[in-house]
């Protein structure tokens, strides 16, 4: 039983192309993040939704766009690829009263030629 | 702003060695601090957590205590075993039950037989 599971796990597209992961979690959960981790392992949130409402957007540009169709899920829309987005897209789930208790997929790995 | 900083990786044990992981924090107030892990291949899981000072946080053998005069977070282990090679990455959160993490750069932790 996957609890925040993501599709796909790889992905590798052209510079200029349009993307989306996407995100289920069966916990239950009424928070749901999504973070990048670049290739030095460093992790930095870009957003989160509670109940289908963006609640944290960092600063990320705006060629990145979260939908969430329902609290279950969190999909990842990026538009005209660049080199500088290879990374690992982490999404992630938490209970309302214990957001800091987080539980992640297990990654997509996006690589952009 | 605040920030999180980890030593620097990897660090190499052999099988029943005693682990430290430094980790030191810069916020304003009084932060909830947590050790999250990454093992190969899958997205990060809790570890343990602390939310005032002096409390010490403690899972699988793994310990943690909160000091507020050195701004630390050290992560200790008095016998690691190879199952515990991962990253590990320490984290703050300054505002109560935001779900905004603020997360050090990782440590790789390599353990060897």
């Known amino acids: 039983d996957t609890a925040v599971s993501q599709t796909p796990k790889y992905l590798v597209t052209q510079m200029g192309n349009d993307k989306s992961i996407k995100c289920e979690q069966n916990?239950?959960?009424?928070?749901m993040y999504w973070y990048k981790q670049d290739s030095k392992k460093f992790l930095k949130i870009m957003f989160s939704?509670?109940?289908?409402?963006?609640?944290i957007n960092e600063t990320v540009p705006n060629r990145f766009s979260p939908k969430s169709p329902d609290k279950a899920h969190l999909n990842l829309h990026i538009n005209s690829l660049e080199l500088g987005d290879s990374a690992v897209y982490f999404c992630?789930?938490?209970?309302?009263?214990?957001?800091?208790?987080?539980?992640f997929g297990p990654g997509t790995r996006l690589l952009v030629l | 702003g605040d920030s999180v900083t980890q030593m620097e990786g990897p660090v190499t044990l052999s099988e029943e060695a005693f682990l430290t992981i430094n980790c030191t924090y810069t916020?304003?107030?009084?932060?909830?601090l947590f050790w999250y892990v990454q093992y190969p291949g899958e997205g990060l899981q809790l570890l343990l957590k602390a939310t005032k000072a002096d409390d010490k946080g403690s899972n699988k053998g793994f310990e943690a205590t909160y000091r507020k005069e050195t701004t630390s977070f050290h992560l200790e282990k008095g016998s690691v075993q190879v199952s515990d090679s991962a990253v590990y990455f320490c984290a703050l959160s300054r505002s109560s039950n935001t779900g905004k993490l603020i997360f050090g750069q990782g440590t790789t932790l390599q353990v060897k037989p």
């Open positions: 939704y509670n109940n289908k409402e963006l609640i």
């Open positions: 916020a304003t107030g009084y932060p909830s």
């Open positions: 916990l239950g959960h009424d928070t």
């Open positions: 992630a789930s938490s209970h309302p009263t214990l957001q800091e208790t987080q539980y």
